[in-house]
């Protein structure tokens, strides 16, 4: 695993665009995997601000998002559809029809997995997935367990996912209890994985991610088997590593 150390969230922000906007510079058709989150904002904002400048072509790219909320239409402005539409594809140049994210308005759990798992497979999974981690070490909504779950599938969130993403609800009630996400297999398919993270409430999950051991019970220690994964994480977010 490279570390990439930043100083701070904007730092981190930039260098996670410089990547990803380096990987569609040489693969025009690249595909990503995306993540939401408050992590990824201000590496979006430095991808549309690109795509402004003339500097990055997103007509070829196509993108498969980690996750989405069990229950929750893409017109739901809490989605994560509808959170990809605002930030970042209604302000850059991508086909709309080659963005892709679990059909959360598909109550039927089994089949909207199965879809998803059928669509990154026909795809060959992705050129390069962008994570951030839950403070409990989650990678998308692979919580922490008792075994990695390898396809897509349903998932109850923790209490404390639920309190973290809160912040983004009227009230911890309003979060839904559910969610689809991406399974460990395809996340780990990806040819190249770029982790960000931010702040000391990520200390003790990067700490866990990068030095303790590969278990299911901090999902992100996985990526110590991926071949080719870059850290990159400020001041805070590495403040209990080695
Ligand atoms: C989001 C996702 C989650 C977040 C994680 C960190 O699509 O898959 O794993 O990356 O919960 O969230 P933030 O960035 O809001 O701290």
Known sequence: MRIIRTANYEEMSVRVAAIIAAQITLKPASKLGLATGSTPLGAYRELVAAHR??????????????????????????????FMDEHLFSQVNIDRAQTHVPDGSNLDAAEACASYDRLLEAA?????????????????????????????????????????????????????????????????????????????????????????????????SIL????????????????LCH
Do not use: W
């Open 53 to 82: 400048e003339g500097a990055l072509d997103f007509s070829q790219v196509s993108t498969y998002n980690l996750d989405e909320y069990r229950g929750l239409s893409g017109d739901d402005p809490q989605s994560y559809r509808y």
């Open 224 to 239: 110590q088997l991926h071949p080719d994964v870059i850290l990159i994480a400020d001041e805070e977010a590495l403040s």
């Open 124 to 220: 060959g999974y992705v050129d390069l997935q962008l994570l951030g981690i839950g403070n409990n070490g989650h990678i998308g909504f692979n919580e922490p367990d008792d075994c990695f779950a390898t396809g897509t599938h349903c998932v109850d969130l923790t209490e404390s996912t639920i309190e973290a993403n809160s912040r983004l609800f009227e009230s911890p009630d309003d979060v839904p209890r559910q969610a689809y996400t991406m399974g460990i297999q395809a996340i780990m398919f990806a040819r190249r994985v770029v982790v960000a993270a931010s702040g000391t409430k990520k200390a003790e999950a990067v700490r866990a991610m990068c030095e303790g051991l590969v278990t299911p019970s901090c999902p992100a």
